[in-house]
């Protein structure tokens, strides 16, 4: 089923004035940490979060099981309100190739120490493309993305890249699925 136009499945059932109400309420009191982990803002959430003025000192978005798309990747990754972030978490946000590639091109998320992408369906594309901008990631200590579908290929990119940042860790998955014991009796 296509759901390109169906306001719910984008967000829209939610208005800018809901989600703002909704942030006034997790953010911490010091205004540096936000989590909104599970409200299934959706693509139409992020960019309110996006153009959001409040978020502007904020340092730590946890934005996990949000379902944001790649569109509302590009509206983080493109938001002058989010610049002083120094950890994001959009696991499992359904983010894919193009959505990594908006992150991976972004000057404003350049302060970042901690990103998680973690279960996002990036593949060697999204793998390879982001490994490429990489080395322009000063900050980056910790990149998470584990869970996703990076191959061998993929993952080649991402650690030779690795070796020309200062980053410390780079969480993947070494096999996807389980591992079955054949041979064995039930």
Not at 1 to 12: A, F, H, I, V, W
Not at 92 to 97: D, E
């Amino acid at each position: 089923m296509d759901t390109s136009l169906n306001k719910e499945s984008k967000g829209q059932n939610r208005a800018f004035e809901e989600t703002q109400e909704m942030v006034r309420s997790e953010i911490s009191k010091d205004g540096k940490t936000l989590d909104l982990t599970a409200y299934y803002l959706k693509e139409l959430g992020a960019k309110d979060l996006a153009n959001m003025e409040i978020l502007k000192d904020l340092s730590t978005l946890e934005l996990g099981t949000n379902l944001i798309g790649s569109k509302g990747a590009k509206y983080l990754a493109q938001s002058k309100c989010l610049v002083n972030l120094t950890s994001l978490n959009l696991f499992y946000n359904a983010i894919g190739n193009e959505g990594v590639k908006y992150i991976a091109i972004s000057d404003n998320l350049l302060s970042l120490t901690n990103l998680t992408l973690s279960d996002n369906n990036i593949t060697d594309e999204g793998a390879k493309y982001l490994a490429k901008f990489l080395p322009l990631w000063t900050n980056l200590r910790r990149l998470d993305l584990r869970l996703n579908k990076i191959r061998e290929e993929g993952q080649t990119a991402l650690m030779e890249a690795k070796e020309k940042t200062e980053i410390k860790q780079l969480l993947l998955d070494k096999f996807e699925g389980f591992n079955v014991k054949t041979g064995g009796h039930l």
